[in-house]
């Protein structure tokens, strides 16, 4: 058949002839018709395997015959049949009896059933309706969610709905069901903020974030990038794109572009853009052309933009054809869809039909086939003038016929006669234009001289040749923007010239050069081949011009820019031939695109140009209702691609039914297919109409399924919904902690959607629920949104969806800023005593950006301010006077100045005349009952309340300070859902980190924490380690030892927090996924698997032991609190409430937790565990108990109980306990001292504190009476003056004491009473007493000193006055510095005495009892060295030759020597060690109090009466010298112990004479001779 084709056989399928009624059609061999043929034309003979060879008619589409290689068609349908019955065993029945048949079910030969089976169920319930789904079947995710589900949703999917759907819809086959949405969002997130920092942080942390991030199952966030950052700049503010984002070429010349435009886009504008606009993705955005202009002068007129649209139309029935060429014969043109679009004419081009060989195209009236396209397919009629009116075949490409006036055909190629008879090949001539982009013109230089050297034509092939190859147009940058210029023989034309401005001469309706890069690859013409539009005047007629823009899709994005004056031919048309696969009826559309002289359109636009005066018509406004309808269609990947031939043939079909549908609706304008999604098929269109009638739109969308049907069946009902162009409406400024109210609606004028259904509202994405502090509420035709107590996290993007009978009618709107509202800061209640004369200070603080003034009524009271930088304050000295009227009270007002709203704090200042007895510079003065009431911290909301008290002290009994950022993440868990518990458990834990020395100190804030951790257990379901991790960190801080007084005062005021704290870590450990373990300072988490047995060792503190449980893979989580002891009461079970005082403090616990606190679940039922805890304080011994915490005890408040747990051991101080089941488990053990001989303890200390004080005030008198006679050598006077400091130390010690002890109440003396200690008294007394206690303990370093230096140092000598110097500063200053740096340390923060029970130094909180312990275990520790020196250097020496045998016995002397040198060196203070040690030793503790209680009685007898020489002088008897001057001098007693009446006791116990010389004068001088020291 020539060169290129060959015939490889040639068969006869199909034979047609007429028979007696009409025609047969007889297949060859080797041929049949298949079964649809045969059922459709009726065989002629017998129908085996689906196919036969004789049908009674000629088929139509020109089918025939196909040979028996082909498979025949298999047709597969699913028939519903639906059953209605009152009888539910026809049901069950039906199921039996389905479920025992045997599939398939052979009908005939060529017909089965596959299947049959249940597919829905409904039936009457309480509401209405239930349709419940058989096994394997279930309703899509659409029913679920328009019906209502009545149970949980699984894979998009549920197995009933509460109502019978319309149109005979049924539950869906799970294995053949469609598959889930794919949504993708993109949110905009808006961050406000002034430290720069803050943006870098952020970008680093996107930097180093991995993507995609799953926030569950069903959502993940691919990506997060920052996009714009705008910041404050010289001339208002810039907003510069981030990597990889520009901003469009529109925004750049909008706002102006503070950097290069390139590629029309730019990185920067001098602007904040309205509407939520930022920087667009390079790769995501089609960036607008920017548009070169020249500064105009008048109006530009519009171009008027002609389309050809090409509609193919597949029709089997030729009528149609017939009917449809009439129509068009008798329609008047133009047709006119508005005032901006019409169709200039409509014609039948084409019409292809079966012929005998293939198909035949034959062409209508006015329209031909070009030449190549009659000898490439062959002609089918004569070729006259290069044309022919048929062709033998469907040209690919969707070419058709083209009208004879509007076409240039190509001329026939001239053939030569030759002897063969096939025709040349159609020869097609192609202009190919490439762009080249390049900096370097020297490569423009170089590809000219290439060009101009080459030899043409170049072949490619045997097929293809290249004739020529040009440069037309070289584009460069100039000073104003880009010139172009045209190539040797090219040329613009005159309208381009005129355009854009031409930058040579215009010469014959042409130029050279232009003032712009033109858009869409236009370039210079050839001058031969140009056809020149002749230039217009300049001097014409301008044309008023109306028109409307309206938004469309159109075929193009082509955008015109227009700069200068127009031409007179205002009304030019360019026709444009678009590419398409389809054509049949081709459409002329006039279409304009205009532009803004300060703004460019990337809109295409329709639009009339009209001479002359025009009345203008108002604009109405174009709604866009987007629709969605689903098709039982097999989804493929084509459908997603809008340039695929599936996509566009399945647009083409349901877009005529759609528009012929919705055209019957008032003000329609348009229809147009968005997109196509999975889900079987869903088709997303979107109509556009100038007005909406509910009811209308509703009888269209319920006929829209059966006019689909013949296209594809229709699943479920169409869906609608509007996007509002308004956005909802917010308060214009909203402060946190008050009220904001959001409305939605109503619709526009224009949209009839009757009443609201129902609505539904989201945040961010998150559909919001009712209740707490959120409410919404419907009206007819709006909905409000009201959320209480707002908080800055309320800012954000909310989305109203208010569902109509018609629609869905969405609103969405961002809330941008909520400002934090003042927090004014004033005492709300002061007590003044009045003074004429004097003023009483008013401070009020309120946030640095605040202003505030203070009002007496509507006096405006002046004010000093001063700031901090964090705070604003103001005060002012109220002046007090009329002292002498009666009590009276006045209301002073701080109110902010110059906000939306009023914000103001009153404080009540009460003005009394009685004497105040509580005095305090932060609570004032007071009375016995007044309440004051004080500000907070910066940072904190409330006020702490205060009483007076009979004892003169202010006692603090409600604080409710609050950390304001607690406080609102307090507010915002109300509204927690499971996804954001990762997200706010990160933002607690950095929150309670950075604030944690305020979080320790307020018992408020604490409390309110514990409320946001029972929060987040209630609400999650399952736990990782990075959410425990955070959780954990924040409880490790509320339970440390900073915090243990802020417990105190939450149990004082009878909360159970501590309960609840350790009740949420209950419930969070059973929520834990994973194995892992986490470390924090006091708490250890491990969670881990085992099988039957598991035993541990926590932290070398908890030993847990679990055997024997029969089971596999068990999931064990143990926790173990080393501090919980600050956090829960030693309460047990037999805790007697009628002993707490008014506070409901416990007055005296019997026990204390001696252990760690170890938490351990299993989630299984363990009826045996060990559990070994090492004790804390080893020193406790007695009554070990093995407990756990209850919380249901003493009405939810929670106590220890030891039901179901033993005691098995307690040695080595490990104490093993045995439980019956799982929580939290610790050990009680009873306190310091046994409770069995407190009582006695008190006696003794009480008696011998009064037996001291007596004695040590008759030891003063004694050595005030002998002074004289005793002092005469430096070594008796300083031996003396030690005993007399020693003694008026302890003497004001006891005194001080015994005051203190009246001050404090006792527990056990007091119960049921206030324990709290006067603050001013107590810490007066506890000063004193520590002061003199240590005088005390350094006195009796001194006269230790002493002893040591006369006893080792004999010879030396050192004066009296050094002596005095050395022994006042050991024994006063000394103490006084240790005293006075311990109250300046730890008083400011009231951590310097003990707040409950007794005046004494505080040990919980500061330590500050270590000022006295340490420095009095060093001088007993010192003392007893001494002794032991002293001692031995006794032993060495020997006794002397006065003493009797008995006295010269070793033992003897040291206990005569211990007995009388313990008492004078303190040394029964070292018992206070052993009650440490062994605090619960009962002989320990009364050894300690009788002694150190006596103490004074001590000094009184070995200090004072068993000196000889006193007693000689009380006794009036003289001491014989036993030489004259200049012999030793050595103290003696003449006469006997008889002679001492009245002391006849102390003989005894002193026996003889001289018992010991610890030294003896050896010579004497003239100064004076060697000093003895005798100690008796």
């Not at 004569?382 to 009116?389: M, Q, R, V, Y």
């Not at 927090?823 to 005593?833: A, E, L, S, Y």
């Not at 005060?875 to 002292?883: A, D, E, F, M, Q």
């Not at 908890?1102 to 449980?1109: E, P, R």
Request: net charge negative.
């Amino acid at each position: 058949m020539g060169p290129t084709a060959n015939l490889l056989d040639t068969d006869i399928t199909t034979v047609c002839y007429a028979n007696v009624s009409n025609f047969q059609c007889r297949c060859e061999d080797g041929f049949f018709w298949t079964y649809d043929n045969c059922e459709t034309y009726q065989a002629c003979d017998e129908i085996v395997d689906d196919t036969c060879t004789c049908i009674n008619n000629i088929p139509l589409k020109g089918q025939y015959c196909l040979p028996k290689t082909a498979s025949p068609f298999v047709y597969e349908n699913v028939i519903s049949i639906e059953l209605i019955t009152t009888d539910m065993s026809v049901v069950n029945l039906l199921r039996t009896s389905l479920r025992n048949t045997t599939y398939p079910i052979y009908f005939n030969s060529y017909s089965k059933v596959s299947a049959i089976n249940i597919t829905t169920v409904c039936s009457p319930s309480s509401d209405g309706f239930q349709c419940k789904c058989e096994d394997h079947y279930s309703w899509p995710f659409n029913q679920c969610l328009l019906h209502g589900s009545c149970n949980s949703i699984t894979n998009d999917t549920c197995g009933c709905i509460n109502a019978i759907p319309s149109g005979g819809q049924y539950c869906q086959s799970v294995d053949q069901h469609m598959p889930s949405f794919d949504h993708e969002y993109l949110f905009s997130i808006e961050l406000h903020t002034t430290d720069l920092s803050l943006i870098t942080q952020l970008r680093r942390v996107l930097n180093n974030s991995f993507y995609p991030i799953y926030i569950n199952s069903y959502t993940k966030i691919s990506g997060v990038n920052i996009t714009t950052v705008c910041s404050p700049s010289s001339d208002g503010f810039q907003c510069i794109c981030e990597d990889q984002y520009r901003w469009s070429c529109d925004q750049c010349f909008l706002h102006g572009s503070c950097d290069n435009i390139t590629n029309d886009t730019c990185g920067c504008i001098n602007a904040l853009p309205s509407v939520l606009q930022y920087c667009q993705p390079i790769n995501r955005h089609n960036f607008t052309v920017c548009s070169v202009t020249t500064s105009p002068t008048t109006t530009t007129s519009p171009f008027n933009h002609e389309y050809l649209i090409s509609i193919e139309l597949n029709t089997t029935d030729t009528s149609v054809i017939t009917i449809l060429r009439n129509l068009l014969k008798n329609t008047t043109y133009p047709l006119d869809f508005n005032r901006r679009a019409k169709i200039l004419d409509i014609n039948l081009t084409t019409v292809c039909s079966a012929s005998s060989d293939a198909f035949q195209c034959i062409c209508e009236a006015q329209y031909r086939w070009s030449c190549d396209q009659c000898f490439l397919h062959g002609s089918c009629d004569n070729i006259t003038n290069d044309t022919c009116g048929c062709i033998n075949a469907i040209p690919s490409g969707g070419q058709y016929c083209q009208s004879v006036d509007q076409h240039n055909f190509t001329a026939c190629p001239v053939t030569t006669t030759s002897p063969t008879t096939t025709s040349g090949p159609a020869i097609h001539e192609y202009l190919i234009s490439v762009e080249l982009s390049t900096t370097d013109m020297s490569m423009i230089n170089l590809l000219r001289n290439i060009l101009r050297n080459t030899s043409y034509p170049i072949y490619i092939n045997s097929y293809s040749k290249i004739f020529e190859i040009n440069i037309t147009t070289v584009c460069s940058p100039s000073s104003d923007g880009f010139q172009c210029t045209c190539e040797g023989l090219y040329r613009w034309s005159c309208d381009q010239c005129f355009l854009h401005g031409s930058c040579d001469n215009i010469t014959n309706n042409t130029c050279g050069c232009i003032n712009a890069i033109l858009p869409g690859g236009q370039y210079c013409q050839s001058a031969e081949k140009l056809n020149d539009t002749f230039c217009p005047s300049t001097t014409t007629t301008t044309f008023p011009t109306t028109y409307t823009t309206l938004s469309t899709t159109s075929v193009t994005n082509t955008t015109t820019a227009l700069s200068t004056t127009p031409p007179t031919l205002a009304n030019t048309t360019t026709a444009e031939t678009l590419p398409t696969t389809r054509l049949t009826i081709n459409t002329p559309v006039s279409k304009e695109t205009t532009t803004s002289t300060t703004k460019t359109s990337t809109t295409n636009t329709t639009s009339t140009t009209v001479s002359g005066p025009v009345t203008t018509t108002p604009e109405k406004t174009v709604f866009q209702l987007e629709m969605s309808i689903s098709f039982d269609k097999e989804y493929t990947a084509q459908l997603s691609d809008p340039t695929s031939s599936d996509y566009m043939t399945f647009e083409s079909q349901i877009i005529g039914v759609l528009h012929d549908q919705y055209e019957d609706l008032g003000g329609f304008v348009h229809v147009f297919v968005k997109s196509f999604s999975p889900g079987s098929v869903i088709a997303e269109y979107v109509v556009e109409t100038s007005e909406v009638d509910s009811e209308k739109l509703i009888q269209v969308n319920q006929g829209l399924p059966e006019a689909l049907q013949d296209i594809a069946p229709v699943l479920g009902p169409v869906t609608a919904r509007y996007n509002s162009p308004n956005e909802i409406r917010f308060p214009a400024v909203t402060y946190t902690g008050r009220l904001m109210t959001l409305t939605c609606g109503p619709a526009s004028d224009g949209i009839n959607l009757g009443r609201i259904a129902e609505a539904k509202w989201k945040f961010n994405g998150r559909e919001i629920k009712t209740g707490g502090r959120i409410q919404i509420v419907l009206t007819s035709t709006m909905s409000n949104l009201i959320i209480n107590n707002v908080i800055q996290a309320d800012a954000g993007i909310y989305e109203c969806n208010m569902r109509f009978s018609a629609l869905t009618f969405v609103q969405m709107g961002t809330a941008k800023e909520i400002k934090v509202a003042p927090n004014v800061r004033v005492p709300g209640k002061v007590n003044v005593q009045c003074a004429d004369g004097e003023t009483h200070p008013l401070q009020c603080c309120v946030q640095s950006n605040y202003d505030i003034q203070w009002f007496l009524g509507t006096s405006t009271l002046n004010s000093d301010t001063s700031s901090d930088g964090e705070s604003n304050c103001i005060l002012h000295g109220y002046s007090l006077s009329g002292c002498g009227d009666s009590p009276r009270e006045l209301s002073f007002t701080c109110r902010v100045l110059n906000e939306a709203e009023v914000f103001e704090e009153t404080t009540r200042m009460i003005i009394f005349t009685d004497n105040a007895i509580c005095r305090n510079s932060l609570y004032g003065n007071g009375r016995p009952g007044d309440i004051a009431t004080i500000a907070c911290d910066p940072g904190q909301e409330g006020n702490r309340m205060a009483k007076c008290r009979d004892t003169g002290e202010w006692s603090l009994f409600e604080d409710n300070c609050i950390v304001t950022e607690i406080k609102e993440l307090l507010i915002d868990s109300e509204d927690l859902v499971v996804e954001e518990v990762p997200q706010f458990a990160a933002e607690l834990n950095d929150l309670v980190q950075k604030e944690k020395e305020e979080i320790t100190n307020s018992s408020a804030t604490i409390s309110a924490i514990v409320d946001i951790l029972n929060t987040i257990a209630k609400v999650s379901n399952e736990l990782n380690e990075t959410v425990m991790t955070n959780m954990l960190e924040t409880v490790d801080v509320l339970i440390g030892d900073d915090a243990r007084e802020s417990w105190e005062f939450l149990r004082q005021t009878g909360r159970n927090d501590s309960s609840r704290l350790l009740n949420s870590m209950e419930t969070l450990a059973d929520e834990l996924v994973g194995q892992f373990t986490i470390r924090t300072g006091s708490i250890l988490l491990n969670t881990t698997m085992f099988n039957d047995s598991f035993m541990a060792n926590f932290n070398s503190s908890v030993v847990i032991d679990i055997s024997n449980t029969n089971s596999t893979n068990l999931t064990i989580t143990t926790i173990v609190f080393s501090t919980l002891d600050n956090v829960l009461p030693p309460r047990d079970s037999s805790y007697n409430a009628t002993v707490t005082d008014t506070n409901g403090t416990s007055a005296s616990f019997n026990e204390t937790i001696n252990a760690a606190v170890a938490l351990v679940t299993v989630k299984t039922e363990i009826q045996n565990i060990s559990l070994s805890f090492i004790k804390q304080n080893y020193s406790l011994t007695q009554n070990p108990q093995c407990v756990f915490w209850n919380f249901t005890l003493f009405d939810n408040l929670g106590a220890w109980d030891d039901e179901g747990c033993t005691l098995v051991s307690d040695i080595n101080n490990t104490v093993t306990c045995n439980c019956d089941h799982l929580t939290s488990f610790s050990i009680l053990m009873a306190t310091d001292i046994p409770e069995s001989i407190r009582v006695a303890l008190d006696v003794i200390t009480y008696v011998g504190v009064c037996i001291s004080l007596a004695s040590l005030i008759i030891c003063l008198i004694i050595e005030g009476y002998v002074w004289k006679a005793l002092t005469r050598n430096s070594t008796a006077f300083m031996r003396h003056m030690c005993i007399v400091n020693t003694a008026l130390s302890l003497l004001i010690a006891d005194i001080c004491f015994i005051i203190a002890a009246a001050y404090a109440k006792n527990p056990l003396e007091n119960p049921g009473e206030d324990h709290k200690v006067p603050l001013g008294p107590c810490t007066a007394a506890t000063f004193f007493m520590h002061f003199f206690y240590l005088a005390l303990f350094f006195w009796m370093l001194v006269s230790g000193l002493l002893l040591f230096y006369r006893t080792t140092l004999v010879f030396s000598h050192m004066s009296r006055s050094t002596m005095m110097a050395f022994g006042f500063v050991l024994g006063y200053v000394c103490p006084l510095i240790i005293a006075v740096v311990t109250v300046a340390a730890t008083a400011p923060g009231n951590g310097y005495i003990k707040e409950n029970d007794a005046c004494w130094l505080n040990w919980y909180k500061t330590k500050a009892l270590l000022a006295l312990v340490i420095p009095a275990l060093a001088v007993v520790f010192v003392n007893i060295l001494i002794t032991i020196v002293v001692l031995y250097k006794m032993l060495r020496r020997g006794v002397g030759d006065a003493t009797t045998c008995d006295e010269k016995h070793t033992l003897v002397v040291v206990f005569r020597c211990v007995i009388i040198l313990t008492p004078l060196f303190g040394l029964t203070w070292s018992l206070g060690v052993g009650t440490m040690i062994s605090s619960t030793n009962e002989g320990i503790h009364i050894a300690f109090a009788f002694f150190n209680s006596l103490q004074g009685f001590f000094i009184l007898v070995f200090g004072t009466l068993l000196d000889s020489k006193i007693r000689a002088i009380l006794s009036k008897k003289q001491l014989v010298s036993s030489s004259g001057s200049g012999s030793n001098q050595t103290a003696s007693t003449s006469g006997g112990i008889s002679s001492l009446s009245g002391l006849k006791w102390l003989g005894k116990l002193r026996g003889k004479r001289y018992v010991y010389r610890v030294s003896e004068a050896l010579n004497s001088s003239s100064t004076g001779g060697s000093e003895s020291f005798s100690n008796i």
